[in-house]
């Protein structure tokens, strides 16, 4: 067996290639950084494999270098991916074993997790007054296993209940920055799929 040795430095410079190979060897490197992730990489992380240079305008030359691919770069989550275009979701479902990556969410739970994510951190009596009826320890269960829901803060009532939160998950399942991207909250007020009654 070997022994194990410290892997050598990365040459982040690359002062040897000239400036055209050395922009398209950072495009390249992160490219492959987005290939090897599951999850979206955050801008520091990128930046530890390039140079002194804007990631941001690595990553729109990476992503013009994409276009008219079946993938392109997305930013979800405050970080960037690969995704595959929408275009191509029916190929990929009739040819590919997805079917453990579908959401396959009801209408209900789509409804009780937009809740949560707009009232959040939100106990399950407060999931309760927003729709009127109590909230199955199920449903939460199912919004829990597909890591679209976390735990949050214990809340400050008597008995300290637990809320819950979304999670980085949920942004990357819906294609979101941030949650600053959910859709307006008045405009779904209006439509009548949130209440305006509070946590």
């Known amino acids: 067996m070997a022994k194990d040795r410290p892997e050598p430095e990365l040459d982040r410079e690359l ?21 090897a992730s599951a ?18 305008l690595l ?26 275009r929408s275009t191509y979701a029916p190929a990929i479902r009739a040819a590919a074993d997805v079917g453990g990556q579908l959401l396959d969410l009801s209408e209900f739970d789509v409804a009780v997790l937009a809740a949560i994510a707009y009232h959040q951190p939100i106990t399950r009596d407060g999931l309760k007054n927003i729709f009127g009826k109590e909230i199955s320890r199920d449903l939460i269960g199912r919004l829990h296993a597909r890591d679209l829901i976390g735990a949050g803060p214990r809340s400050p009532r008597r008995g ?39 946590t």
Do not use: N
Not at 15 to 35: G, K, N, Q, S, Y
Not at 78 to 84: I, N
Not at 166 to 187: G, I, N, Y
């Open 15 to 35: 002062p040897d290639l000239p400036p055209e190979l050395r922009w398209r060897e950072w495009m390249r490197r992160i490219e492959a950084v987005l290939f």
């Open 160 to 198: 300290a209940p637990y809320t819950y939160v979304t999670t980085k998950h949920f942004l990357v399942a819906f294609d979101l920055k941030s949650l600053q991207d959910l859709p307006d909250r008045e405009q779904l007020e209006d439509a009548g799929v949130l209440s305006e009654t509070g």
């Open 59 to 84: 990553i729109e030359d990476l992503a013009a270098d994409l276009e008219g691919r079946s993938f392109e770069v997305a930013q979800v989550a405050g970080g960037w991916m690969f995704r595959t």
């Open 39 to 56: 999850s979206p990489v955050p801008r520091e992380d990128l930046a530890r494999v390039v140079g002194k240079v804007s990631v941001d």
